[in-house]
T-cell receptor, first 115, second 112 residues
Framework: NAGVTQTPKFRILKIGQSMTLQCAQD?????MYWYRQDPGMGLKLIYY???????DKGEVPNGYNVSRSTTEDFPLRLELAAPSQTSVYFC??????????????FGAGSRLTVL | AQSVTQLDSQVPVFEEAPVELRCNYS??????LFWYVQYPNQGLQLLLK??????LVKGINGFEAEFNKSQTSFHLRKPSVHISDTAEYFC??????????FGPGTRLSVLP
């Protein structure tokens, strides 16, 4: 049982390049999330999905796009990378909204540097 | 809207001493409450959660937290810390199933 798997772990991009951060979970979770973590700022929600085919913006969606074609996968695409997107990105998932199902499981993170 | 405040950005403490990490939240609706721990260069792991029932909840690695509704607080405590507890700790709220809101984190440094 791998949980939430993120790839790549590290990536350096040049300004203006594009890339996709991959996220996959094998727990049959309905809800999936992308956060970014900046020092002293906690985690900010970028995008989330409540099920296959459904996505919605979080707190800081500008410069990013997502898709959810399957329950397992939730890739995050960065278009036209900018230095402000230098951050650590975390994917997370949860089963549902009520009680014990409402617990986030996190991936190990992807560290992105834009130069 | 919800918000989470962690009053201490850094907490240094000597090994075997007690520690309390403070968390206060603001919400107009009832919430679930969580503490997550992040060890260096790793993802976040669930430490403990309050969903309902007893206001004192116990988590992994000897940590516990107490939910105080009147003070809107959910402080994390451990009676005796170890070097291995050195990590960043995040308090989070989720208004009954809605999206999580995280605090800025508290960096706990356990000194020998």
């Amino acid at each position: 049982n791998a949980g939430v798997t993120q790839t790549p772990k590290f990536r350096i991009l040049k300004i203006g390049q594009s890339m996709t951060l991959q996220c996959a979970q094998d727990m049959n979770h309905n809800y999936m999330y992308w956060y970014r973590q900046d020092p002293g700022m906690g985690l900010k929600l970028i995008y989330y999905s409540v099920g296959a085919g459904i996505t919605d913006k979080g707190e800081v969606p500008n410069g990013y796009n997502v898709s959810r074609s399957t329950t397992e996968d939730f890739p995050l695409r960065l278009e036209l990378a900018a230095p402000s997107q230098t951050s650590v990105y975390f994917c997370a998932s949860k089963l549902g909204q009520i009680s014990g199902a409402n617990v986030l499981t996190f991936g190990a993170g992807s560290r992105l540097t834009v130069l | 809207a919800q918000s989470v405040t962690q009053l201490d950005s850094q907490v240094p403490v000597f090994e075997e001493a007690p520690v309390e990490l403070r968390c206060n939240y603001s919400s107009s609706v009832s919430v679930y409450l969580f503490w997550y721990v992040q060890y260096p260069n790793q993802g976040l792991q669930l430490l403990l959660k309050y969903l309902s029932g007893s206001t004192l909840v116990k988590g992994i690695n000897g940590f516990e937290a107490e939910f105080n509704k009147s003070q809107t607080s959910f402080h994390l405590r451990k009676p005796s810390v170890h070097i291995s507890d050195t990590a960043e700790y995040f308090c989070a709220v989720s208004p009954y199933g809605q999206n999580f809101v995280f605090g800025p984190g508290t960096r706990l440094s356990v000194l020998p």
